[in-house]
């Protein structure tokens, strides 16, 4: 077989379901699509391919996933830091989307964060934020895999100064990003159990399962530092964080699990347990 690219002089990490290491493996690439994943057959000019790749004994992996994202705000790093969450959101982040968030901006911070993943090898993400038209038009120029979802939350927000439109804000971004491209797939956020109702929450998920896609939501801290909220909607997924716990791990049906201790301790004054 003729192979467009082939990855060589690298121990592959297959993450196939024996976890299998091959410590001199090849990877062949055929139209796009990894071909072979296989222990090196004699010498390398053998195998018919217009350009080798040497990994000069590094790791041959899969690209990293990163299940929680939100692509744009790369432009507020360093706005706030060290905050309790209450006083980070509502004085400094809230404020600053109100303000800066368009959909000019969301293109260049989601360009950032994407070039910034890419370079450090991750090949998909999942994002949620708002104006996520202009999130998805960004992404499809990156070429990287994603999940994105169109934020919603209880009260205005940049693109749907109308809280009253939130869910069908969502559910038409959707219809316009279903079936665009393999590498897209459109989703519903709702941002946290404290900025949406529990019928916002109901209606988002029930809008979701409408238009045939996986909802998502965030289940993190209150704003007065005690545990999470764990979500209780349907197939969705929550993870409990205080400060006697380290993690703990809740799945619904066919929900699917994020493990981010440290991005839910990340604007969060305390500690975490030994």
Same mark, same amino acid.
């Given at each position: 077989?003729?192979?467009?690219?082939?990855?060589?002089?690298?121990?592959?990490?297959?993450?196939?379901?024996?976890?299998?290491?091959?410590?001199?493996?090849?990877?062949?690439?055929?139209?796009?699509?990894?071909?072979?994943?296989?222990?090196?057959?004699?010498?390398?000019?053998?195998?018919?391919?217009?350009?080798?790749?040497?990994?000069?004994?590094?790791?041959?992996?899969?690209?990293?996933?990163?299940?929680?994202?939100?692509?744009?705000?790369?432009?507020?790093?360093?706005?706030?830091?060290?905050?309790?969450?209450?006083?980070?959101?509502?004085?400094?982040?809230?404020?600053? *989307?109100?303000?800066?968030?368009?959909?000019?901006?969301?293109?260049?911070?989601?360009?950032?964060?994407?070039?910034?993943?890419?370079?450090?090898?991750?090949?998909?993400?999942?994002?949620?934020?708002?104006?996520?038209?202009?999130?998805? *038009?960004?992404?499809?120029?990156?070429?990287?895999?994603?999940?994105?979802?169109?934020?919603?939350?209880?009260? #205005?927000? #940049?693109?749907?100064?109308? #809280? %009253?439109?939130?869910?069908? &804000?969502?559910?038409?971004?959707?219809?316009?990003?279903?079936?665009?491209?393999?590498?897209?797939?459109?989703?519903?956020?709702?941002?946290? #159990?404290?900025?949406?109702?529990?019928?916002?929450?109901?209606?988002?998920?029930?809008?979701?399962?409408?238009?045939?896609?996986?909802? &998502?939501?965030?289940?993190?801290?209150?704003?007065?530092?005690?545990?999470?909220?764990?979500?209780?909607?349907?197939?969705?997924? %929550?993870?409990?964080?205080?400060?006697? *716990?380290?993690?703990?791990?809740?799945?619904?049906?066919?929900?699917?699990?994020?493990?981010?201790?440290?991005?839910?301790?990340?604007?969060?004054?305390?500690?975490?347990?030994?």
């Amino acid at each position: 077989m003729h192979y467009d690219t082939l990855i060589f002089n690298g121990t592959v990490i297959t993450l196939n379901p024996a976890f299998d290491i091959i410590e001199d493996g090849v990877v062949g690439i055929k139209n796009g699509k990894i071909a072979i994943v296989e222990p090196r057959k004699g010498d390398i000019a053998a195998y018919s391919v217009d350009d080798r790749v040497d990994a000069k004994g590094g790791l041959i992996l899969p690209g990293l996933v990163n299940t929680h994202v939100h692509l744009p705000m790369s432009l507020f790093r360093g706005l706030a830091d060290d905050l309790p969450l209450a006083e980070w959101l509502n004085e400094h982040i809230f404020p600053a *989307e109100q303000r800066y968030i368009t959909p000019s901006a969301i293109r260049t911070g989601t360009r950032l964060s994407c070039l910034e993943m890419l370079l450090s090898g991750t090949t998909t993400c999942c994002d949620g934020y708002f104006h996520e038209n202009a999130v998805a *038009e960004a992404v499809l120029e990156t070429g990287i895999r994603a999940v994105l979802a169109q934020g919603v939350i209880d009260f #205005p927000a #940049p693109g749907v100064p109308d #809280p %009253a439109g939130n869910v069908k &804000a969502a559910s038409d971004y959707v219809a316009r990003w279903k079936n665009v491209s393999e590498l897209i797939t459109p989703s519903i956020f709702c941002h946290s #159990p404290y900025t949406c109702s529990a019928d916002t929450l109901t209606r988002a998920k029930e809008a979701a399962a409408g238009a045939g896609v996986r909802p &998502a939501a965030g289940a993190r801290r209150r704003l007065d530092e005690g545990h999470v909220d764990l979500i209780d909607v349907g197939p969705l997924v %929550a993870i409990h964080l205080d400060t006697d *716990e380290v993690l703990v791990e809740k799945r619904r049906r066919d929900g699917i699990l994020e493990r981010l201790p440290l991005h839910h301790m990340a604007p969060v004054a305390g500690r975490i347990s030994d």
